[in-house]
Structures are given as C-alpha cells and as structure tokens.
C-alpha cells in the first residue's frame, strides 16, 4: 500500500512478506521472531509478539475448526511493525467480552488470555460469532510508538495463494494523493490514445485528465448479484484535499507467473503519477505487456465520499452499507494486453459504509447481511472474514476494503 507520511496525513500503511500457516500454525511463532528481528522490533517487542503468537497459534490449535495464522509486515514511511491475524470456521466465542476478561484462558494453551494479548499488541481486534468461527487481529509496532501510526489504516486488503503454493498472483495497493489543487481534464480528444501520464516522483501532484467516454451500452451487472448502475463520467478530474487511490489486481492464471504481473502491476500503481482510475489502469496497461497481464480495479476515494472507479476484467467492486450492496461496473479486457475504450464512474461511498473488491478467488454470492456486524471493525478484519466466508482453495484469491477519510 501507499505510504503512512506525517501526523496528520491519511492513515495508509503498506503490507508485505505474506507467510500463511495453516496446518500447522503452531509454526507461526519462529516465523514471527525472525520478522521482529529482521525489522527491528526489538528484543523485547519481538518477544511480546512471540507471546501473542504462541497463545493464538495454541488456541487454534487445541479448539478451531479449519484454523490459520497469518503473519506479515506492515510499514510506513517512517517504520515498519508486525501484523498477525487469526481466522477459524469454528467452533466461535459465545462470550467475547468474557474471554477477554484477565484470568480466563484455556487449557493447554500459555494461560495468558485474550485480554493480554489485547494489551500487548498495539491494536487488537476480535470478531466472533458461534457457529461460524472467529477472527483476531493484532498488530506490533517498536515502542516507543512512532507518531507516524496514527490511527487504523482506512484500507487493507488479504492475499492467499491457491493450495500447495507460496506465489500469490492476487494483489492489492494504495497511495495518497494529497495534491490541494484539482486535477483539470484535457480537450476532448475521439481518439483513443491514452492521456499523459505525470511525472513519477511522490508527491503524485501531476495535473492530468481521462480519456473521453465512448458511448457505448454500459454493461449490467452480472445476474445473481444486487447492484445498481452509474452514468459514466465524460471527464473525470479528482478533486482537492487529501483523497486516495486503491487498486485490487488479479494476475491470470496462478503461480509464479500470475504473481509476476501482480508485482508489475503494483510497482506501475504505486509510483505512477495518476491521479485518476482511468489514468492508473493506462499506466499499469503500459507496465504490463510481456506478462500474462491480469484483470485490475482502481478506485479514488475523498473525504466527501466521492468514489471514482474504473475496472478491467472480474475484479468484483461494491459498496456495502448494513443493508445494501451497490455493484460497481467493471468492462472486458486484460490490462496488459487488450482493454477497451476505458471509463470511469462516479458514486458516493457513505461514511458508514464501505467499499469491498475482491478477486474470483472469492464467490460473488455474499449478501450485505454477511458484512453487517463487521463494518465497525478495522478493515483488515473485515477482508479476512470476507475471504473465510466466500474464498475458494481452487485459485488465489484477495480482498480489499476501504473507508471515507474522516
């Protein structure tokens, strides 16, 4: 993801060196010590984090159903943490504010509860219900905490490769774009040449526009799936203010090829100049060609609520509330090697919802009911449970949500 910058600035963080654990995710605890050593946590954060591992890893081990752990950096400009999370199908907590209360632990595990593992971790986050299985978040960064880490990240995505590999071809990305001046679209232009690109530097403060709309029939949304269309934008611009983009990509097939153009697709998005969806995709189309290519969502976020979106290929989008689910409009093609006229569309993302993308790895057929009582939770959660809910183990698969900036 984009970079966390001074206090104040959006809350992004990036995510890297994903290490999943599932049969055995006792093993997770070594892992966790070499990553708090390797970005210098210290002695000893990394052995409170070595602690937390081992009480989690132990409690799945003992009780849950189909558990695993998953283990990854999480960084910013300025430093660099650990992020565990915890996902099972089962059997669930009937009483969480009870298993967090000091005292309560398990039988064969450490002993020291949910409630020190809450504090020692920096944030820690639990969502349980029976039946279904629980999910746990937490995260380490070096004492003493760094100003920089101020507040939870307003997006967050989750990758799994497909079983029995290590290379995932699912990725996710995102920048700011603190520019306080509004983008200004270029002269219309029926040609299909794509718009300049801004200069490649991190301020992202390149003044650029979109290709005009083709219009052509807008597409449906796929049967099955509730949704609601869009009146493309002629000229998207973003605004002013500290908005952001995030972008979901699927690399075709899976394995190390697949993984491959993920990678050049995140490299194009992260250090590109756009500012705009359609922009980022032109980028990311140009980056890609030699590679399988992959199918790729971009959207821009601002602090009103206004949501561009542009997508090419089975990128799923939409925006979730507690009872609605608005379908986001993706178009045929495969960024790096056919795309289409490209166009954006305009919607408004309420500060109580939120927006979701995720791969094919994951089933079209969740409901908003299915994301109700996760939406006050951070949105690292709320992909993890998404993926427990929805994903298949017959190809990788990634979620990613994202929030208003409040």
Not at 140 to 152: A, I, K, Q, T
Request: charge should be neutral; glycine fraction near 12%.
């Amino acid at each position: 993801m984009g970079p966390l910058t001074a206090a104040g600035a959006l809350p992004l963080v990036d995510s890297e060196d994903v290490a999943w654990f599932r049969d055995r995710p006792d093993g997770a605890r070594g892992a966790a010590a070499a990553l708090g050593r390797r970005i210098g946590l210290g002695e000893q954060r990394t052995a409170e984090l070595v602690l937390a591992v081992a009480e989690l890893a132990a409690n799945v081990t003992k009780y849950a159903v189909d558990g695993s752990v998953l283990l990854r950096v999480v960084r910013n400009e300025a430093v660099a943490g650990v992020e565990l999370i915890v996902v099972d199908s089962g059997p669930g907590i009937a009483d969480v504010p009870g298993a967090l209360r000091d005292g309560l632990s398990t039988a064969g595990t450490l002993g020291i509860g949910l409630g020190a593992v809450g504090r020692l971790a920096d944030t820690f986050d639990i969502h349980s219900q029976p039946g279904l299985g629980t999910v746990q978040l937490a995260r380490f960064w070096p004492r003493p905490l760094p100003p920089s880490v101020n507040g939870e990240p307003l997006v967050a995505g989750i990758t799994r490769p497909i079983g029995g590999e290590q290379a995932c071809g699912d990725a996710w990305a995102a920048r700011t774009d603190t520019n306080t001046v509004p983008s200004v679209a270029p002269p219309a232009d029926n040609g299909a040449a794509p718009a300049p690109d801004g200069p490649v530097r991190p301020s992202w403060s390149a003044l650029t526009g979109t290709q005009p709309f083709s219009r052509e029939a807008a597409p449906r949304p796929r049967p099955g799936v509730e949704g609601r269309s869009s009146m493309p934008v002629r000229a998207a611009v973003a605004g002013p203010g500290q908005g952001y983009l995030v972008m979901s990509c699927d690399g075709l097939g899976h394995g190390p090829l697949a993984s491959v153009a993920a990678q050049a697709a995140v490299h194009a998005f992260r250090t590109g100049g756009a500012r705009t969806p359609e922009q980022a995709i032109e980028h990311m189309h140009r980056a890609l060609r030699g590679t399988r290519g992959a199918a790729v969502a971009v959207a821009r976020i601002e602090p009103d609520g206004r949501l561009l979106f542009c997508g090419v290929g089975n990128i799923t989008a939409a925006l979730v509330t507690t009872g609605t689910r608005s379908t986001l409009l993706s178009h045929p093609g495969i960024v790096g090697h056919q795309m289409h006229q490209l166009r954006t569309y305009e919607h408004h993302l309420p500060a109580h919802g939120i927006l979701v993308m995720h791969s094919d790895g994951l089933s079209e057929r969740w409901r908003p009911a299915d994301l109700a009582g996760l939406l006050h939770h951070p949105p690292a959660l709320i992909a993890t449970a998404l993926l427990r809910h929805a994903g298949t183990r017959r190809d990788d698969a990634s979620a990613v949500i994202a929030r208003t900036p409040r």
